[in-house]
């Protein structure tokens, strides 16, 4: 299984970015997508979630209405839309894969990881 994510760069405060990150290696609509982030310093945390189908989603409480994450199985693609970003936002942002469909906040449970791509907010 391979992940590569991409769209990650440098944006002001208050401004919008939007990530993609393509799957390839085994059969993207039946598993589980994820982003998490980390920031210098910061262990890596879960950010949002998205179970096979695309219809449950879960969100980190500091991300919940500003984030929104999406995934089109007929390109074996997953997104992450950033809005009203903020300086506490910058971070490398990682797209991962489970062994399962559901939705889950639980880093354990993601087998495989993409590379990262680097999100700067700036104040």
């Known amino acids: 299984v391979q992940l590569q994510a991409f769209g990650g760069g440098l944006v002001q405060a208050g401004g919008s970015l939007r990530l993609s990150c393509a799957a390839s290696?085994?059969?993207?609509?039946?598993?589980?997508m994820g982003w998490f982030r980390q920031a210098p310093g910061k262990e890596r945390e879960f950010v949002a979630s998205?179970?096979?189908?695309?219809?449950?989603?879960y969100y980190a409480d500091s991300v919940k209405g500003r984030f929104t994450i999406s995934r089109d199985n007929a390109k074996n693609t997953v997104f992450l839309q950033m809005n009203t970003l903020k300086p506490e936002d910058t971070a490398v942002y990682y797209c991962?894969?489970?062994?399962?469909?559901?939705?889950?906040?639980?880093?354990?449970?993601?087998?495989?990881w993409g590379q990262g791509t680097l999100v700067t907010v700036s104040s």
């Open positions: 991962a894969t489970g062994s399962r469909g559901y939705a889950s906040p639980i880093s354990a449970e993601y087998a495989y």
């Open positions: 290696g085994r059969t993207f609509s039946r598993y589980v």
């Open positions: 998205i179970n096979y189908a695309g219809g449950t989603t």
